[in-house]
């Protein structure tokens, strides 16, 4: 292997997160997270007019600095993801890290700076977009990674239930617009009009700006609102359902990993350090991966005094 696949080597493993037994990975990611969430604050703070002139200087040394590192973070993991064959293979795999949600994450947090160096864009605006920067911390956080998962697992659901929204908020309006616009033209003249209503009243916000005020109007608001209770609860429990079934599918490939790891009959380091990968890449703390341990022993160990000592077969079914 040359120096050069070697240093690769070695900085693919540093800027990979689930390098667990690597002290200089858990450095490179204290590092960057510090970074990030000093960056978010500095953005925030900069916005108070008065702050943003006493220190300007040490805003923009933080988002120069800020910047290269990033940059050379994503250049650096742009240029090492060749190493991690399985998932981007050729031909093209740096084209195919770059499509990734998190490699596009981390071009949108370099690159509003890299425009207003080259084009005229207003400064406001790259302050504001500075903020994806914290979007960052999603390679970071096992939570809003399963979150993420989640989302993309069930999309056509989250689809399927703003297509139903969609159809309900039209349905809303036009009702609306017919009980309302000769009395309120200002408000309800029109259907589009009347979507902000719609909209105000199915998702329960009720800000009260726009109300009708004729009977039928009333009336039909009221059952409106009785709808939008249901449909402003459809996404709630799409996520949920979600979340909930990718708990119990990451607790089942964890007791999978344990049962892998006991069919030699021991657990030894490398098993551990494999096993210790997976729960945080799961995002499942270590009293759940302690239970589920427990679980898996007992189950072999179940197996083991049920067995019939002259064929192998097990005598009882398992319980549970």
């Given at each position: 292997m040359t120096k050069s696949r070697t240093f690769r080597r070695s900085l693919h493993d540093a800027l990979r997160k689930d390098s667990t037994g690597d002290p200089v990975s858990r450095i490179v990611d204290a590092a960057l997270v510090a970074l990030i969430t000093v960056n978010v604050i500095a953005v925030i703070l900069e916005s108070m007019p008065a702050l943003a002139a006493q220190h300007r200087?040490?805003?923009?040394?933080?988002?120069?600095?800020?910047?290269?590192?990033?940059?050379?973070?994503?250049?650096?993991?742009?240029?090492s993801c060749v190493e991690d064959e399985a998932r981007f293979a050729r031909p093209w795999p740096r084209l195919r890290y770059m499509l990734t949600p998190l490699a596009l994450i981390d071009l949108l947090a370099i690159l509003p700076f890299?425009?207003?160096?080259?084009f005229a864009v207003d400064l406001r605006v790259l302050r504001v977009v500075r903020l994806l920067r914290i979007l960052k911390l999603t390679r970071y956080s096992s939570a809003l990674t399963m979150l993420l998962e989640v989302i993309r697992e069930e999309a056509n659901s989250f689809l399927a239930g703003f297509f139903i929204l969609a159809i309900i908020l039209i349905l809303a309006a036009s009702g609306a617009y017919l009980a309302e616009h000769q009395v309120q033209p200002e408000k309800f003249g029109s259907i589009p009009a009347a979507m902000w209503w719609a909209m105000v009243t199915l998702t329960t916000v009720g800000y009260g700006d726009v109300t009708p005020i004729t009977p039928a109007g009333r009336v039909f608001g009221g059952l409106v609102a009785v709808v939008g209770i249901g449909i402003a609860a459809l996404p709630a429990g799409i996520l949920a359902s979600g979340l909930a079934d990718r708990l119990r599918r990451s607790r089942e490939e964890l007791a999978e990993q344990f049962r892998t790891a006991l069919q030699d009959g021991v657990i030894d380091t490398e098993d551990e350090r494999e096993l210790e990968e997976l729960r945080q890449k799961l995002g499942l703390n270590a009293r759940i991966a302690h239970e589920i341990r427990r679980d898996v022993l007992r189950h072999r160990q179940w197996l083991?005094?049920?067995r019939c000592p002259h064929c192998g077969k097990p005598l009882r079914k398992p319980p549970g």
């Amino acid at each position: 292997m040359t120096k050069s696949r070697t240093f690769r080597r070695s900085l693919h493993d540093a800027l990979r997160k689930d390098s667990t037994g690597d002290p200089v990975s858990r450095i490179v990611d204290a590092a960057l997270v510090a970074l990030i969430t000093v960056n978010v604050i500095a953005v925030i703070l900069e916005s108070m007019p008065a702050l943003a002139a006493q220190h300007r200087a040490l805003f923009l040394a933080i988002e120069r600095v800020s910047i290269l590192i990033f940059t050379l973070e994503y250049l650096a993991r742009l240029w090492s993801c060749v190493e991690d064959e399985a998932r981007f293979a050729r031909p093209w795999p740096r084209l195919r890290y770059m499509l990734t949600p998190l490699a596009l994450i981390d071009l949108l947090a370099i690159l509003p700076f890299w425009l207003g160096a080259f084009f005229a864009v207003d400064l406001r605006v790259l302050r504001v977009v500075r903020l994806l920067r914290i979007l960052k911390l999603t390679r970071y956080s096992s939570a809003l990674t399963m979150l993420l998962e989640v989302i993309r697992e069930e999309a056509n659901s989250f689809l399927a239930g703003f297509f139903i929204l969609a159809i309900i908020l039209i349905l809303a309006a036009s009702g609306a617009y017919l009980a309302e616009h000769q009395v309120q033209p200002e408000k309800f003249g029109s259907i589009p009009a009347a979507m902000w209503w719609a909209m105000v009243t199915l998702t329960t916000v009720g800000y009260g700006d726009v109300t009708p005020i004729t009977p039928a109007g009333r009336v039909f608001g009221g059952l409106v609102a009785v709808v939008g209770i249901g449909i402003a609860a459809l996404p709630a429990g799409i996520l949920a359902s979600g979340l909930a079934d990718r708990l119990r599918r990451s607790r089942e490939e964890l007791a999978e990993q344990f049962r892998t790891a006991l069919q030699d009959g021991v657990i030894d380091t490398e098993d551990e350090r494999e096993l210790e990968e997976l729960r945080q890449k799961l995002g499942l703390n270590a009293r759940i991966a302690h239970e589920i341990r427990r679980d898996v022993l007992r189950h072999r160990q179940w197996l083991e005094a049920s067995r019939c000592p002259h064929c192998g077969k097990p005598l009882r079914k398992p319980p549970g």
